[in-house]
């Protein structure tokens, strides 16, 4: 075997044989890795990685042909339009989850179900090396957000390309899921195929991948409350959030509550001639934007009555510490193309997002939208709705009081339907526990740096329920960018990320393990 050094920008030198390996605390990029096994016999790529793993380390040195291997799987998996939402595709999801099955076989569990739901079925998979030692139940789904518009999509939303950018100059995975949540959740089955095939587990490690997390998980409620024999764990790990950049690792500490709600209203009986009817007719678009705009005040307030009375207020010190995170306001209005910011008066825009609830018009319709012109005043008009809420809100209260107001706010000439969807509680995890320490040394191994705690504006309604019911703490393991574009187009997830992540994972099992013992 023609041994290689490997430079710190995964340059290839074959001309200079050494007897070890010399390897980037960042990694091999992309094209080096796969130029690298391009370049090796199948002989000469085992022999390779027993000469990485003898030298005994847990970071990205021995973890790279685990890394490698998935990009392939990966795309093959982003391939699948696995869009919960669209029953057009429920074939494509529920293949879905047949594939992730067999990843997990492949990847070293011994025990691997596909568990039957009235929904999408839930993938179940384990691996006990033994009783007496902790047990990582790690959660994460499948199934991705619909694409739409495809218009504003660069490539293919199932077709995925890995292309470079300026913040990912190694490479970004282009795709619908490549990171909520398919490319994060896969970072945990290359990194207990790591852990397996080279008896560096040390711990059971138990998995739990749903395919409704995207529409409210409602079957996988049910499915924990009835075996929580079988999910019995130590601690949740899940990596369906994110952090602050690349340079500065952050453990989300807290998640939003959501409400969800649909909204119908209805005028004529039929559509009208606008030329002989308008001004004499209610038009219900009309009648629902301005419903929808008197949801906020002047001040970016919500103006639903009792809304805030449950809300949590953080203390001047605690929203001092929040505002220590690295933060550019001109970048991120770069970032997203805009002049200004906008929400809540006296809020930044950090607090805005995570500490603070927000009602947002997700979608809304009505009327004649298609080429040209038709002059009419619809019979009805919709519009979906998410609320946002912060810990001590109650989705279900939160839900009644829109529906409640929102039918009193609706004048008489038009008739109002509130429909909920689908919600869940928010959800904190503290800092002072042994997940949390463990988590926060694996990234100070691999990042270099201490990871900050922070306050996640999204919602992962299960989490709260995995509490109640399991009696364990979750641990939001994130690597995933605000810049990822998840639920736009163009979603992405940088290799940069990936590898990070596949390379974390592993050393919070050891330190979890010996923190445990």
């Not at 990912?168 to 945990?188: L, S, T």
Request: negative net charge.
């Amino acid at each position: 075997m023609n041994l290689v050094r490997i430079g710190t920008c995964g340059a290839l030198q074959p001309d200079i044989p050494v007897d070890s390996f010399l390897v980037s605390e960042f990694g091999l990029g992309f094209d080096g890795i796969a130029g690298f096994y391009s370049r090796l016999s199948t002989e000469e790529e085992l022999d390779f990685e027993k000469a990485f793993f003898s030298q005994g380390n847990w970071g990205v040195s021995t973890v790279k042909p685990y890394i490698s291997a998935g990009n392939k799987e990966l795309i093959d998996l982003l391939k699948i339009p696995s869009i919960s939402a669209d029953s057009a595709f429920a074939e494509a999801t529920q293949q879905t989850a047949q594939v992730v099955a067999n990843q997990l076989e492949r990847a070293g569990c011994d025990s691997v179900e596909i568990c039957e739901t009235p929904g999408y079925p839930i993938v179940y998979a384990e691996k006990i090396i033994d009783k007496s030692l902790p047990t990582v139940l790690v959660y994460g789904h499948y199934d991705v957000q619909p694409p739409d518009p495809l218009d504003l999509w660069e490539s293919g939303p199932f077709e995925p390309v890995i292309k470079k950018t300026d913040l990912h100059p190694e490479g970004a995975i282009f795709a619908r899921g490549a990171c909520d949540d398919k490319g994060q959740m896969y970072m945990h089955v290359k990194a207990l195929e790591y852990m397996t095939h080279n008896d560096a587990l040390p711990c059971n490690v138990k998995f739990m991948i749903e395919g409704e997390e995207e529409v409210g998980s409602d079957n996988l409620a049910d499915f924990v409350k009835n075996n929580t024999t079988k999910l019995k764990n130590d601690v949740i790990l899940i990596s369906d959030t994110g952090m602050i950049a690349k340079d500065t690792p952050s453990i989300t500490t807290g998640l939003r509550g959501l409400s969800y709600v649909e909204v119908e209203v209805t005028g004529p009986n039929r559509d009208l001639h606008s030329g002989i009817y308008g001004g004499a007719v209610a038009n219900p678009i009309n009648i629902l934007a301005k419903m929808i705009a008197s949801l906020h005040d002047e001040n970016n307030h919500i103006t639903i009555p009792g809304f805030y009375d449950k809300v949590e207020n953080l203390s001047d010190e605690e929203r001092a510490e929040m505002a220590k995170a690295p933060f550019s306001l001109e970048d991120y209005k770069d970032s997203l193309q805009i002049n200004a910011v906008y929400g809540e008066k006296g809020y930044t825009t950090n607090e805005r997002n995570s500490i603070r609830p927000t009602l947002d018009v997700n979608g809304i319709w009505g009327g004649y939208t298609g080429e040209g012109a038709k002059t009419v005043i619809a019979s009805k008009a919709y519009a979906k709705i998410s609320m946002r809420l912060v810990p001590n809100q109650d989705c279900d209260e939160i839900t009644q009081l829109f529906k409640s107001h929102f039918e009193r706010i609706a004048p008489e000439s038009v008739n109002v339907k509130v429909t909920p969807h689908h919600g869940g509680q928010g959800y904190v995890t503290p800092i002072d526990t042994i997940g949390y320490k463990a988590a926060a040394m694996a990234y100070k191994d691999t990042f270099g740096t201490a990871p900050i705690p922070q306050r996640g504006g999204g919602s992962i309604p299960i989490v709260a329920l995995f509490e109640k019911e399991l009696k364990s703490k979750t641990i939001l393991m994130g690597f995933g960018l605000d810049s990822d574009a998840i639920h736009s187009p163009n979603e992405h997830y940088g290799l940069f990320n990936y590898y990070k992540g596949i390379e974390t994972i592993p050393l919070f099992y050891k330190y979890f393990t010996a923190l445990q013992s």
